[in-house]
């Protein structure tokens, strides 16, 4: 028997119209905050290919 496990999809309704960027990173912030994670870097990619 094999004790791998099917892969699940994840279906979400994405906003219309998109969030701004600063509020994305507002929530990215807040997430990684609630889970309590140590040791943060933000790396600005912007401009960058």
Not at 22 to 42: C, F, G
């Amino acid at each position: 028997m094999s004790n791998q496990t099917q892969p699940q999809t994840i279906k979400v309704d994405l906003p219309s119209p998109p969030p701004s960027v600063p509020e994305l990173l507002a929530s990215v912030r807040q997430a990684t905050e609630d889970l309590k994670a140590k040791d943060l870097v933000e790396i600005d990619v912007r401009g960058r290919s």
